[in-house]
């Protein structure tokens, strides 16, 4: 992965010592909280409804050892002994004190990680496929561009004031793990005629209160212009982005009011101009951060151990197997997801405990390297095959070896009204509820893959317009309620979610889901046609006549 | 009838202001303002504000329940409370997070 | 720049006692009387300092009528009309002067500070410093006494103006027109046949270097010409001579900050119904630049561009060359669309004049702003305004990616990065 130079730790720790001293000025009463409030935000300090929020920056979810167990030590150390990871393949710290924030950005700096860009309407953290380098059907490792994005936009002086966050993703392969199309911008990797390897670049997809899909602007962009061309898209954002209304800011709205035929022309003409100058990427450049991405020294594949032999004889770890393993480039290798979804656990939550004993796994089992995904697990990419039951033995201590990887039990959810100050509803009970009514493995398997996304409010941290069944905490007249939607998909089959009626209470989710379930069984032709397929081959109509019938 | 809420400058902690002018973080020890003392509030929130110690100000509305205060909304009942599952306590004041008007 | 050559200074109590003694000791109208006393009391240490404008005659004639020989300096500023320096050769044979000496500004100073010679569309106190203060602090080392032709009538400010002046640097300024009103100047003209400067006929009254001075109205106070739209009335000579023009006093409201300090500020807001061929120092907003196309091309002075943040550059690219600074509007801190507009300017416009920030501007926001080609703020933000006299810029000294034409020359690696300018600070 890509390690700090001179450069990048003199940024950084600048940046530690300005925020020391703006702290300092905050609590000396030099700095008003209307004046503190942006430099807070720009460095990742929200106030929440309890404490402050730290929110710290995983560059595309990509982390080592060292780095998680610093993670863990500054869970305990000025926490308490817990972290929550996000969509954005980022980490939370629920209840730092002002004054020692500070040392956590410092002591942070040692491992090369910072909160920068983890609010404000900037550039925020760039995410990614979260088996990048590792996947079997990847086209390309995108993290090497997603550094040189990193880089870009770090602290860009034209983009730090944009309308609103401008979030990009993006991806090396086919099948797309990153949601690349609810982005502002989304770019897969893409093969031209002559198979050299670009990017395919969407527009104007995002979640919120106004979910829509990104749609595609450019075929092909080759890597050595792809900085040119996110400038002149952002720079045209920047200038014709909407201000008046902050519901109406980000730049899926400026794509769907003035359609995506003037913005391409304004970006197109923008990039004609700014083409070929100082942000060509020079092909050294490209290789010189490559290197930092090399593979690891992978050992031959040996033919004494498989998938399906290592699940004989014993369930669970069969559906570990089953569930938590994603295929790899490499012969002999496998990713392995790690749940961060116990059942009646709080979903992306991990003990400062857990996250040493990820970080020690990672050390001795896949080459020091983790990733955090946007579906709030973790993941160590490069297992050995004949050492995954070593690690399912270790994670099976630590409450770390549910296997539910894709399954209903394996939602994303946000914190809700427990912990979030724009909230209007908990999220995480619902989470908990839902978990438990569904979380024996055989009914599990028996529902196969189903993704149920829990927001507590229209933000959509949770992401469930993109839910096959998404849930939406609302607030009618002081109770909590809750909607219901079919049909999301993040993938690159992506579709909002529909939704299914009127809301309803916390305890009628588990049963209203139980109907959508019942339905889906009910309907499916075989066992092999998942919930999203059959939804998507009739449509909601029974899916409706079940969630209304009571 | 309304408290008046705010969250302190070092810790983040929710705290109330109470009839001895200090803010505490328990909200059963909150002034309660009657419809007629309300006027009193703005110049309340005004001097919290002038303190720098004191975040996100603001009048609440609460009921009294078998002689508890308790919230109007979910929102400040959670923010009163700590979080509900798994419960966890609120965000304890040390010695140098006191704020008094 | 150079400091002040005055390294000892006299401290003689005395001399102060003598001066305001001096003072009472001539009538209103008694030049001869005030000139005679100068040279009798400083002798060969004493010099004369005249524009040649339109009114030095009288001084001159009276100083050539006392001592012809006195040392008399003559600041070509470079930037004068050439019918001031024809003046200059025809009053030394009229009047017999002996010894006119010429300064002119230092060349490094002007390759240093105005090397495309234009420091006076947007900085006209560095202009006079360099091309007045500094010569003439250089030429008058040595001389204990100089003789102005300052007049009370000629500024509000100059009302309590007297006949002899202790300076901070404890030299003695001899001012033999005090008391001299505008009938005086003319008559004296009149009854010794003098000749009038050239452009005295065109409404001249008050004449310095071409670029700031313009004809005076009937009625408006003789100097109103000079500098007109400036918020300065007297030119660095008429300064102290501590080495430096002070720093423009912090008043309330906007103050522009510039490499590094508050300055006086020469642009002033445009008259709602201000006709735009003939108004100077203002900022135009765009819109009314595209509206006025033709005015504003026939406009002669020293003019700004006011671009708000919804307005497009692009509008009046053709037209960015005929303005000296370009104010880009920040309705509030968090409207970024400036920040491109700047970069546009310098990028793709190659525009070369100042650019400055007004409006709501953080201190934290500076070093982006300097980056995207501001050099010029003109702060309404108090916090900011303390920050920035402080000293205080938040800025990181290092930069991931390349902004603007001279960041990272293309090529060079490592690509996306390099150190910081070094930072914004006052000395």
């Known amino acids: 992965m890509y390690r700090y130079d001179e450069f990048d730790l003199g940024f950084v720790s600048g940046r530690v010592d300005q925020f020391r001293d703006q702290v300092r000025r905050r609590i000396a009463g030099e700095l008003t909280e209307e004046q503190f409030r942006p430099l807070r935000l720009m460095n990742g300090l929200y106030l929440q409804l309890h404490a402050y929020m730290l929110r710290v920056c995983v560059p595309y979810g990509t982390m080592n050892a060292p780095q998680l167990r610093k993670l863990a030590h500054i869970a305990r150390k000025y926490d308490r002994g817990y972290g929550h990871f996000t969509t954005r393949q980022n980490i939370q710290f629920n209840w730092p004190r002002l004054q020692d924030v500070p040392d956590i950005l410092e002591e942070l700096s040692e491992v090369e990680m910072h909160a920068i860009q983890t609010s404000g309407n900037c550039i925020r953290n760039v995410t990614t496929d979260q088996f990048a380098g590792a996947a079997a059907d990847e086209i390309i ?6 550094e040189i994005i990193r880089q870009w936009s770090s602290l860009h002086p034209e983009f730090t004031f944009l309308p609103r966050k401008f979030k990009i993703a993006i991806t090396g392969a086919p099948e797309d793990r990153a949601a690349v199309r609810f982005h502002d911008i989304g770019l897969m990797a893409q093969e031209d005629e002559a198979g050299e390897v670009g990017w395919s670049v969407y527009v104007g997809g995002g979640m919120g209160r106004t979910p829509m899909i990104g749609q595609r602007i450019r075929n092909f962009v080759p890597h ?70 090399a593979p690891p020294q992978f050992v031959l594949s040996d033919d004494r151990f498989n998938l399906a032999d290592l699940k004989r004889n014993d369930a669970g770890f069969a559906r570990f197997v089953e569930y938590n393993s994603h295929p790899h480039r490499q012969a002999g290798y496998t990713s392995l997801t790690i749940s961060l979804k116990p059942i009646g656990g709080v979903p992306g939550d991990a003990t400062a405990e857990q996250m040493e004993v990820v970080a020690d796994l990672a050390e001795r089992f896949s080459f020091n390297e983790l990733r955090v995904s946007h579906e709030q697990n973790l993941v160590l990419p490069h297992v050995a ?67 149920i996304n829990i927001s507590g409010c229209i933000n959509a941290c949770g992401h469930h317009h993109v839910g096959h069944i998404g849930v939406l905490g609302v607030e009618k007249k002081g109770t909590e309620l809750y909607q219901l939607t079919l049909g999301g998909d993040a993938s690159e089959s992506a579709a909002i979610g529909d939704i299914l009626g009127p809301g309803i209470v916390a305890e009628a989710v588990p049963d209203a889901v139980e109907r959508l379930v019942q339905t889906y069984l009910g309907l499916r032709e075989t066992k092999d046609e998942t919930f999203i397929a059959a939804v998507k081959r009739v449509g909601a109509v029974p899916f409706r006549e079940a969630y209304l019938a009571t | 009838m309304q408290i008046l809420t705010a969250n302190e400058l070092l810790s983040g902690a929710s705290v109330y202001f109470g009839d001895d002018r200090h803010w505490h973080q328990d909200i059963q020890r909150a002034r309660i303002f009657s419809e007629t003392e309300a006027s009193e509030l703005d110049g309340l929130i005004a001097a919290a504000v002038a303190t720098k110690r004191l975040i996100s100000v603001a009048a609440e509305k609460v009921r009294i329940d078998k002689g508890r205060v308790v919230a109007q909304r979910l929102r400040e009942r959670i923010r009163a409370e700590g979080p509900t599952s798994p419960r966890h306590a609120v965000q304890p004041l040390r010695e140098s997070d006191h704020v008094s008007l | 720049m150079r400091h002040s050559p005055i390294t ?15 003072n009472g000791m001539f009538g209103e109208d ?78 490094k100073d002007l390759e240093r500070f105005d090397p495309e010679g234009r420091l006076w569309e947007n900085d006209p106190d560095s202009c006079c410093h360099i091309r007045k203060t500094e010569p003439l602090n250089a030429a008058l ?77 009937d009625g408006e106070d003789a ?143 500076i070093g982006f702003m ?29 930069y991931m990616q390349p902004v603007g034409l001279t960041e990272v020359p293309v090529g060079t690696r490592p690509f996306l990065r390099k150190p910081g300018k070094p930072v914004t600070r006052r000395p």
Not at chain 1, 141 to 146: K, Q
Not at chain 3, 8 to 22: H, Q
């Open chain 3, 30 to 107: 008694d030049t001869d009387g005030v000139i005679r006393k100068a040279v009798e009391m400083f002798g060969r240490d004493l010099a004369v300092v005249s524009s040649f404008g339109a009114d030095s005659v009288v001084l001159l004639h009276q100083v050539a009528a006392v001592d012809p020989g006195l040392p008399v300096f003559f600041l070509d500023t470079g930037k004068h009309f050439s019918e001031t320096l024809q003046y200059v050769t025809d009053l030394k044979a009229r009047l017999g002067l002996t010894d006119v000496r010429t300064l002119v500004p230092d060349s």
């Open chain 3, 223 to 365: 100097r109103a010409g000079r500098w007109r739209g400036l918020n300065k009335a007297e030119c660095g000579i008429h300064f102290d001579f501590n080495g430096e023009i002070a720093p423009a006093e912090v008043k309330n409201g906007p103050v522009l900050f510039k490499k590094g300090r508050f300055v006086a500020d020469p642009f002033k807001p445009l008259a709602e119904n201000a006709n735009l061929k003939g108004v100077r120092y203002v900022h135009v907003p765009l819109s009314k630049v595209k509206d006025n196309l033709a005015a504003i091309r026939q406009n002669p002075h020293p003019l700004g561009l006011l671009i708000e943040s919804s307005d497009r550059v692009e509008d009046v690219a053709g037209e960015l060359d005929r303005f000296s600074s370009v104010a880009i509007s920040f309705p509030a801190f968090g409207d970024g669309r400036g920040y491109s507009t700047a970069r546009l300017l310098r990028e793709r416009y190659g525009y070369r004049g100042e650019i400055r920030a007004v409006g709501d501007v953080l201190t934290d926001q």
């Open chain 3, 370 to 398: 300097v980056r995207c080609g501001f050099d010029a703020f003109v702060v309404a933000n108090d916090a900011t305004k303390r920050a920035l006299e402080a000293g205080e810029l938040a800025e990181v000294s290092v």
């Open chain 1, 224 to 293: 050595e212009d792809l900085l040119a061309y996110l400038e002149s898209v952002l720079r045209v954002y920047n200038r014709y982005g909407r201000r008046d209304n902050k519901y109406k800011a980000r730049i899926k709205i400026l794509v769907h009011e003035e359609g995506l035929a003037t913005i391409r022309e304004q970006v197109d003409s923008e990039f004609e101009k700014v083409r070929g100058g100082i942000l060509t990427l020079p092909e050294e450049e490209l290789s010189r951060i490559r290197a930092y991405f």
């Open chain 1, 385 to 451: 095959i004949r050492d995954v039951r070593a690690v399912y033995d270790v994670l099976k201590e630590y409450a770390l070896a549910e296997a539910n990887v894709g399954l209903i039990t394996d939602m994303i959810t946000c914190p809700g009204l427990d912990y979030c100050a724009l909230a209007n509803a908990r999220s995480i009970p619902i989470a908990q509820d839902l978990a438990r009514r569904f979380g024996t493995p055989e009914r599990q398997a028996e529902i196969g893959p189903l993704k």
């Open chain 3, 8 to 22: 000892t200074k006299r401290t003689d109590p005395l001399r102060a006692m003598g001066i305001i003694a001096l």
């Open chain 3, 141 to 217: 080392e040595g001389f204990s006494a100089w003789i102005t032709g300052r007049k009370r009538f000629q500024t509000a400010e100059r009302g309590i103006l007297p006949h002899f002046e202790l300076t901070g640097d404890e030299r003695v300024k001899i001012n033999p027109l005090a008391y001299w009103g505008e009938d005086d100047v003319a008559a004296h003209k009149k009854a010794h046949d003098l000749p009038e400067h050239p452009l005295f006929a065109d409404g001249y009254t008050s004449i310095g270097c071409a670029p700031c001075t313009s004809a005076v109205q």
């Open chain 1, 141 to 146: 490792d995108p993290r090497p561009v997603a």
